[in-house]
């Protein structure tokens, strides 16, 4: 079945701890993003890529960082430079250029920094 | 800077109404609106996608319609059912091949049985 993972559902860190977030996607799409979900808030964009090795923040990126080094994986890494880590991040994919194209979400990950 | 607007926030109603779910933005030269349907603690799915040429689409029970010059898109759902009942996010895309979408803050519906 072709899709976004995200790896794990839940997670658990301690304040000052880096964590890693995992999205895979195996829909051979171009173009993938990363986006946090507060309680009562819209999506936020963090980081999206058009292109292997290539990415560019989005509206929210402080605290963040991605790496895009295979097509099917974009990883974020939450720093302990992120004040307020504890959100719901989903991760998205779409085909490049994509005037046109819907965008596809994974189910998930909910991140808790205690 | 676009801005997405989807009031109520919340709506509850009876099963078989039909409904309408409206959608306001700021900006109108958007390439796309997409809307999408977020259970609880899950992603989102996305429910019908309007190019920015079109006047609406249709998806079994599902009616986007969009007013790109007066910044507005409704959602109507059609004899409502409680397996309806989530929260609906309507999300304009950015012109040019940057496809980034910019969210509203959803409206959470329940339909009662």
């Known amino acids: 079945d072709g899709g976004i993972t995200q790896s794990p559902k839940y997670l658990f860190r301690k304040e000052g701890q880096n964590v890693t977030l995992s999205c895979e996607q195996n829909l051979n799409h171009d173009a993938m993003y990363w986006y946090r979900q507060d309680p009562g808030q819209g999506l936020r964009l963090i980081y999206y890529s058009q292109i292997v090795n290539d990415f560019q923040k989005g509206d929210i990126a402080e605290g963040y960082s991605v790496s895009r080094e295979k097509k099917e994986s974009f990883p974020l890494t939450v720093t302990s430079a992120q004040k307020n880590p504890t959100a719901f991040y989903l991760c998205a994919s779409n085909p490049r250029g994509s005037g046109g194209h819907e965008q596809y979400f994974g189910p998930g990950t909910r991140l808790t920094v205690t | 800077k676009q801005e997405v607007t989807q009031i109520p926030a919340a709506l509850s109603v009876p099963e078989g109404e039909n409904l309408v779910l409206n959608c306001s933005f700021t900006d109108s030269a958007i390439y796309n609106l997409q809307w999408f349907r977020q259970d609880p603690g899950k992603g989102l799915t996305s429910l019908l996608l309007i190019q920015s040429s079109q006047r609406e689409q249709t998806s079994g029970r599902l009616n986007a319609s969009l007013d790109k010059s007066s910044g507005r898109s409704t959602l109507y759902i059609a004899a409502s059912q409680p397996g309806d009942s989530a929260t609906y996010l309507c999300?304009?895309?950015?012109?040019?091949?940057?496809?980034?979408?910019?969210f509203g803050k959803g409206i959470t519906l329940s339909v009662r049985p």
């Open positions: 999300a304009p895309g950015g012109t040019g091949a940057n496809s980034k979408l910019t």
